[in-house]
């Protein structure tokens, strides 16, 4: 029996959530379909009709990997405040247009009418189009140069702070080890 891989910080920005499947130390969480499988079941209801795409195979975990790939490149120079590489904008720009985006009218005597987003194309250019959409929010976004790294020992992981002061992903996993480490540096006989 295999276990759901642990995503250390979720509920960031969507772009933010998807590079930090990449923590250090713990190699590549969605490297693998399962992986992917499970990010997706954490971020349900963030991405819509589209993180729904039943089985995932290979082709699903390359389509994200392309777009984590670039969205990573055109974050760093956009934090600071530098032009991101063309071909990571290329690509963000590819899998967007790969499956466009439209809103799908309906009726239904509870609720009447609606309209919800609907993608054409495969799961997996589904899948990739949502994830560029959301990269291209958060670059696109004045506060992109707020977009911090954790001051944690060996982590990696980036957050996008509601509060100026906050240093680390998670207060009470990083934040913790720090104030322990200075408080064993204080008392260091």
Request: overall charge positive; proline content about 10%.
């Amino acid at each position: 029996m295999t276990s759901t891989p642990p995503f250390p910080l979720t509920g960031e920005p969507l772009a933010l959530d998807l590079l930090n499947t990449r923590p250090a130390g713990a190699g590549d969480l969605i490297a693998g379909p399962e992986g992917l499988a499970a990010w997706l079941a954490v971020q349900e209801g963030r991405l819509g009709p589209v993180g729904k795409i039943g089985k995932v195979g290979p082709a699903e975990v390359a389509a994200v990997h392309a777009v984590r790939e670039a969205a990573g490149a055109a974050l760093a120079a956009a934090r600071s405040g530098e032009r991101p590489p063309a071909e990571a904008l290329r690509t963000l720009n590819e899998a967007a247009a790969a499956a466009p985006a439209h809103r799908e009218l309906t009726w239904t005597p509870e609720t009447g009418l609606a309209a919800a987003p609907h993608r054409t194309g495969s799961p997996a250019r589904r899948l990739a189009a949502e994830l560029a959409d959301a990269a291209a929010g958060l670059l696109t976004d004045p506060r992109v140069r707020d977009v911090r790294e954790c001051e944690g020992a060996d982590c990696v992981l980036l957050f996008l702070p509601a509060h100026p002061r906050r240093r680390w992903c998670v207060a009470s996993t990083c934040g913790n080890r720090a104030r322990v480490a200075r408080y064993y540096a204080r008392h260091k006989p």
